[in-house]
């Protein structure tokens, strides 16, 4: 099959690259200008570099293919950059797989959505909504936490350090998926052929994890004494109050008030399926793929088996 995947230098979408040419598919690769795919994927692969949001001539590189998958993401979070990327780049992918009649339109979301309270969260429900009105046959991944963003502690454990908690590290609960396994996840649902579209959320395999068992996890796999510092979750709060003047002159200041927002969230919301009727999350119906654990990460990078993952603008600590 012929796919277009948006996002192939990403995290994720590397993983996703590597699991189409794996299961022999011909790949379209769409790259930002100037980004380089991971080393050894290039075989097989051809490479589009475009600014899909400024580039109106970008369609014309492409030919025809039967399937898009979209990893995009906002890097930073924030309002402009959540615009222009979870919206209106997916926008203009769709009106492409729209044009050239795609069979399936698989787009990787965040399972974060259930509760839209920050801009990329809006940006990412209103593309589900474009997708969901198309006539191109569409697959909404809503996935968990991933493994990256649970190695923040990492060189801080192992330098001795306390694992840092927000309250008691029960507030939250995930079930963090490592990225080979949702890129496997993904490239199945290429195999479905839905009538519309249709929402998928998925973590890894359970049970579902708090901050407590996680650095549980991480001081047994570096063989360092369990020790935690506890911070409220409020001082989010507090840090916006104190820097919201200087957003009022400056975007850069804003924008870094959208990542506190972001980093509040984060520190009180659950990435697992949310019961509304009964208003709270539920891990039971949170579904569960692949066989990767995050122990048996955090014990690979113990043993310099994998390399850290690099984690972006989103990184808190």
Known sequence: MRVLLAGATGYIGAAVLRELLSQHHEVLALVRPGRALTPGLEPGVTRIEADITHDAEWVSR?????????????????????REVEYEANCQLLDYAERVGARHFVLLSAICVQKPRLAFQREKLKFEARLHDSPVPGTIIRATAFFRSLVGQFERVRAGKPFLLFGSGHLTACKPISDSDLAR???????????????????????????????????????????????????????????????LISRRMSDRLEFLRIAKFYATESMLCWDDSAQRYDAEATPEFGEDTLADFYEKLSAGKVLIPERGEHSLF
Not at 203 to 231: E, I, N, V, Y
């Open 62 to 82: 492409l030919p025809p293919v039967e399937a898009v998958i979209s990893c995009l993401a906002s890097r930073s979070g924030a309002p402009r950059d959540a």
């Open 185 to 247: 996840f993904i490239v199945t649902q290429l195999d479905a052929s839905p009538s519309g579209t249709v929402m998928r959320p998925i973590g890894g395999p359970g049970p579902a994890l708090t901050p407590q068992d996680q650095g549980r996890m991480l001081c047994k796999a570096l063989d360092k004494p369990f020790r935690t510092t506890s911070l409220p979750p409020e001082m989010f709060d507090w840090l916006r109050w104190l820097l919201s003047p200087l957003a």
